[in-house]
T-cell receptor
Framework: RKEVEQDPGPFNVPEGATVAFNCTYS??????FFWYRQDCRKEPKLLMSVYSSGNEDGRFTAQLNRASQYISLLIRDSKLSDSATYLC??????????FGAGTRLFVKA | GAVVSQHPSWVICKSGTSVKIECRSLDFQATTMFWYRQFPKQSLMLMAT?????????EQGVEKDKFLINHASLTLSTLTVTSAHPEDSSFYIC???????????FGQGTRLTVV
């Protein structure tokens, strides 16, 4: 089993739609969680950290479920510019940073 | 914010030659750096974890004699692809990590093409 698993997609959604991604992790000792965005042929960039109580940043909402060992990302009112690959990232206590395979999102007009 | 600088951003080399990629943390001390490889339309794959002053820890399936990692200082880690072959052509990215509850900072990546 992979340490971090994501549905690779692609998710094809129209502009204005709401879309959600999940990511599961296997190491119960994982300590911090992030969502990154990667555009084609570029390095990943931090989208948002994921806090235990859940957090929101504009149209983006991230949640953590430690009991079930998954995190989620919700994007509301999708824009064309949201088209990218979204990477779930988990850090363990040893600073090891593990990436999920990424979920590809295509937002269409 | 913290910045990680990776150089070169792209390189084309002949098969059989070696290529060195540098990763520098510009405004913080990175005790741990990570090297990733990404093939087209695939995910980032962790190659190795590099700790300052000690040998790198390689992920399963990554040849340590082919991908030489040196982390001699708190601000510099290097990855050398030795005797490169066309199948080594890929996007290589480094990242430097701070404390456990902070994000990882990435270099801009190096696109290696071996001809």
């Amino acid at each position: 089993r992979k340490e971090v698993e994501q549905d690779p997609g692609p998710f094809n959604v129209p502009e204005g739609a709401t879309v959600a991604f999940n990511c599961t992790y296997s190491n119960s000792a994982s300590q911090s969680f992030f969502w990154y965005r990667q555009d084609c042929r570029k390095e990943p960039k931090l989208l948002m950290s994921v806090y235990s109580s859940g957090n929101e940043d504009g149209r983006f909402t991230a949640q953590l479920n430690r009991a079930s060992q998954y995190i989620s990302l919700l994007i509301r009112d999708s824009k064309l510019s949201d088209s990218a690959t979204y990477l779930c990232v988990v850090k363990t206590g040893g600073f090891k940073t593990i990436f999920g395979a990424g979920t590809r999102l295509f937002v269409k007009a | 914010g913290a910045v990680v600088s990776q150089h070169p951003s792209w390189v084309i080399c002949k098969s059989g030659t070696s290529v060195k990629i540098e990763c520098r943390s510009l405004d913080f001390q990175a005790t741990t750096m990570f090297w990733y490889r990404q093939f087209p339309k695939q995910s980032l794959m962790l190659m190795a974890t590099s700790n300052e002053g000690s040998k790198a820890t390689y992920e399963q399936g990554v040849e340590k004699d082919k991908f030489l990692i040196n982390h001699a200082s708190l601000t510099l880690s290097t990855l050398t692809v030795t005797s490169a072959h066309p199948e080594d052509s890929s996007f290589y990215i480094c990242s430097a990590s701070g404390p456990v509850n902070t994000e990882a900072f990435f270099g801009q990546g190096t696109r290696l093409t071996v001809v």
